[in-house]
């Protein structure tokens, strides 16, 4: 079996430390997941029986995505040190998926950030009318500052910079990762294709 030399060998070791990488971004995208969905403050205002899940349909893609992200990741460095064709071959048909899910996530973040702000809104109105002393409308004045306790005019525009924030890190993290692999799936290739030769000149 032939092994890659000169040049090539320099690509195997560069894919090898991109790939470790990939792993280290993998773990921060499921960490920025993570928090996102777990946050406190969050949590407190999209806990109740009727609340919209739409924020946290593009946090769960996050998450999944971050997850994916680290096993390729482990899988492309060994596919890169045993110089195998077929784990580079999955790591590339892995990188295109994860790739298609941190877009998904990033354009889900940007294009839906109105839906999920306004969705959000009529579920504080909703539950303000019904019932303006309950414990969640009490956790969305004190999470937000907003409604006589600080310069915040109202619960609305307090829940639209909240929401505002957190569907930025969604959409920025997706998009920026999604550039990352497209780094990954150009070293991959060029690396298939240097143990391909490689064994046919043997």
Known sequence: MGKVEGGMKCVK?????????????????????LWLRFDPETVSLLNGEKAPD??????????????LVMLVGFFGCCGAVRESQCLLGSFFACLLIIFGAEVAAGVFGFLNKDKIIEDVQNFYSTTYNENNNSTLIVSYQKVL?????????????????????????????????????????????????AIRNSREVI
């Open 145 to 193: 500052n907003c409604c006589g306790t600080s310069a915040t005019p109202d619960c609305e525009t307090g829940i639209k910079d909240f929401f505002n924030s957190k569907l930025y890190i969604i959409g920025y993290v997706g998009i920026g990762i999604a550039g990352v692999m497209i780094i990954g799936m150009i070293f991959s290739m060029v690396l298939c294709c």
């Open 13 to 33: 070791y560069l894919l090898f430390v991109f790939n470790f990488i990939f792993w280290l971004m993998g773990s921060f995208v499921l960490a920025v997941g």
């Open 54 to 67: 739409t924020f946290f349909i593009g946090v769960y893609i996050l998450i999944g995505a971050g997850s």
